[in-house]
């Protein structure tokens, strides 16, 4: 599907639409398939794309070969770049690709220390260098380079939950 060009303000409408449709898909999930339907195809029009809306969340895929899903134990979609490291023993909440660019979030029952040990060791058994390693107020973010791709990790614990964010970026 091609859109013609839109005004920032239309753009902003359309966008301003897709996610409320997005943000109301637990209640849309419940009333049933013609109306998860009509949303799906109403975002779709909205964002441009496919638009996927389940009990687990939403994946939408752009025109582009874009992916964004947003829910809970989502798996990695076939664009994640291979040389890019998951984290194992989390839940998948948000993860988005773009090109070579990649962004995923988990949640994990474990320690935030657990989990730094855990992507760590993920990191540097695929190749990669950790350049830097900093903790600030419970938060650890770690820049790692290899393999062709630049890791920004930020690990952190609230509360007894853990997340996990990966950031990846292509390297020249």
Same mark, same amino acid.
């Given at each position: 599907?091609? *859109? =013609? *060009? /839109?005004?920032?303000?239309?753009?902003?409408?359309? #966008?301003?639409?897709?996610?409320?449709?997005?943000?109301?898909?637990?209640? /849309?999930?419940?009333?049933?398939?013609?109306? =998860?339907?009509?949303?799906? =195809? +109403?975002?779709?029009?909205?964002?441009?794309?496919?638009?996927?809306?389940?009990?687990?969340?939403?994946? +939408?895929?752009?025109?582009? @070969?874009?992916?964004?899903?947003? %829910?809970?134990?989502?798996?990695?979609?076939?664009?994640?770049?291979?040389? &890019?490291?998951?984290?194992?023993?989390?839940?998948?909440?948000? &993860?988005?690709?773009? %090109?070579?660019?990649?962004?995923?979030?988990?949640?994990?029952? @474990?320690? %935030?220390?657990?989990?730094?040990? #855990?992507?760590?060791?993920?990191?540097?058994?695929?190749?990669?260098?950790?350049?830097?390693?900093?903790?600030? @107020?419970?938060?650890?973010?770690?820049?790692?380079? %290899?393999? @062709?791709?630049?890791?920004?990790?930020?690990?952190?614990?609230?509360?007894? =939950?853990?997340?996990?964010?990966?950031?990846?970026?292509?390297?020249?």
């Amino acid at each position: 599907m091609r *859109h =013609q *060009h /839109l005004s920032p303000a239309a753009r902003f409408g359309s #966008t301003a639409l897709a996610a409320a449709l997005l943000l109301g898909t637990p209640a /849309l999930v419940s009333c049933g398939d013609a109306i =998860q339907q009509g949303a799906e =195809q +109403i975002a779709e029009g909205a964002v441009g794309g496919n638009v996927d809306i389940t009990d687990e969340g939403v994946t +939408i895929e752009g025109e582009d @070969g874009e992916n964004l899903a947003m %829910g809970s134990n989502l798996s990695l979609p076939n664009s994640w770049p291979s040389a &890019v490291p998951a984290f194992e023993g989390g839940s998948l909440s948000v &993860v988005s690709v773009s %090109g070579a660019n990649a962004n995923a979030m988990w949640t994990y029952e @474990g320690s %935030g220390n657990d989990a730094l040990a #855990t992507y760590r060791s993920a990191l540097e058994s695929a190749g990669y260098v950790i350049e830097t390693e900093s903790t600030i @107020g419970g938060l650890t973010v770690i820049n790692a380079v %290899g393999t @062709g791709f630049r890791i920004d990790a930020t690990i952190g614990e609230v509360a007894g =939950q853990t997340s996990i964010t990966v950031t990846a970026t292509p390297q020249p």
